[in-house]
């Protein structure tokens, strides 16, 4: 599920079309949807998952899939190779 608490946002549906929504607005997502979100205003979002890990580093291992181009990794931290290109 994919939850805006509050404020405005520009969202994708999943299929390249564009809503605008003002929370609170619950929807479902479905697995493996790719979509882009643009705050219009100051915005809280929350997204729920059904998990059956134990652990943040099993979640993350269930929940995260790889993107080999990214400079990022799992936690929003910064590759080592993409580091060192920043250095």
């Not at 564009?18 to 929807?27: D, I, K, M, R, S």
């Not at 790719?34 to 291992?61: I, Q, Y």
Request: aromatic share 6%; hydrophobic share 40%.
């Amino acid at each position: 599920f994919y939850l805006i608490v509050s404020g405005t946002v520009a969202i994708t549906d999943g299929d390249g079309n564009v809503q605008e929504v003002t929370g609170p607005y619950l929807f479902q997502s479905k697995p493996g949807t790719k979509r882009a979100v643009l705050a219009l205003t100051d915005t809280l979002c929350m997204t729920f998952h059904a998990l059956v890990a134990a652990t943040v580093e099993d979640a993350e291992a269930e929940l995260v899939e790889p993107e080999p181009d990214s400079m990022y990794a799992p936690g929003n931290l910064i590759k080592h190779d993409a580091q060192e290109m920043l250095t």
